[in-house]
């Protein structure tokens, strides 16, 4: 007699979901590559991003198609979940290629890359890492905290890119740098990039609070003393 066991088909909307959360954590890998890549010069970790944007289109594609299909069928709650799911899509997709072009002018530039532009690049593919993973958690535990700090993060990406700019562009101190047109192009392109994960954590933000980023940037920013008082106040209310 057989004992053999029927596996449960998993519902549309929670496939959805997580396969979204599978590839943050794909891009997150991408931009790990990225970083170790232009640190090491390792042509085989530059060539590996080729793999993982081809993975992410085919995820994006899937979602797309599932999204469709599936938002047919749910109540107004779930429909946000699985417009926010397409929504990170797109961005990590975006991510994908901006990686690859990265990886693309790594190759081009080769040994030509500066070691100061190396470190700074470096540092960029890096946060850009960290970035992918506050987004990635924010969006699978519905944790604001987290999409913030993804937010806040920025800030050091546009300080890089400016130095980058600065030395290659403005040139001050009028040496002669070699690989700049690659240089800008791979800094854009990891600038850009974190503007894409900028949008995942904005996309949570709005998914989980019910708020735009501003007034959730508000209440961050408010004094420790008076998100206690209101924290205190809530509780009082409750």
């Known amino acids: 007699m057989s004992t053999a066991t ?4 998993e519902p549309a909307q929670k496939h959805i979901v997580r396969r979204t959360i599978e590839a943050c954590a794909l891009a997150k890998d991408a931009a790990a590559a990225a970083a170790e890549g232009i640190a090491t010069g390792s042509n085989s970790l530059l060539n590996s991003l080729r793999e993982r944007e081809r993975e992410l289109d085919t995820i994006d594609m899937e979602i797309d198609s ?5 938002i047919t069928d749910v ?4 429909a946000r979940e699985l417009l926010a799911c397409m929504k990170v899509m797109i961005s990590l997709e975006r991510i994908g290629d901006l990686l690859l072009s990265f990886a693309n002018s790594a190759q081009a ?7 100061q532009d190396t470190r700074d690049l470096t540092q960029m593919a890096t946060i850009l890492e960290k970035m992918l993973t506050d987004a990635g958690a924010a969006f ?5 905290d987290q999409a ?10 546009d300080r890089l890119r400016n130095l980058i700019f600065l030395r290659h562009i403005e040139n001050p101190e ?7 047109l690659q240089v800008i192009f791979m800094t854009q392109s990891l600038e850009r990039a974190g503007d894409h994960a900028k949008n995942m954590a904005e996309e949570v933000c709005h998914f989980v609070s019910g708020h735009t980023v501003r007034h959730v940037l508000m209440a961050y920013d408010k004094p420790v003393e008076q998100q206690l008082i209101m924290e205190k106040l809530r509780r009082r209310e409750q």
């Open 6 to 9: 029927v596996q449960t088909p």
């Open 66 to 70: 599932a999204v469709t299909t599936a």
């Open 75 to 78: 109540g107004p709650a779930e």
């Open 109 to 115: 530039a080769g040994p030509r890359t500066g070691p």
């Open 140 to 144: 699978s535990e519905r944790n604001v």
């Open 148 to 157: 913030v700090d993804v937010l806040r993060a920025d800030a050091e990406m």
């Open 174 to 180: 009028n040496i002669a740098h070699q690989a700049s």
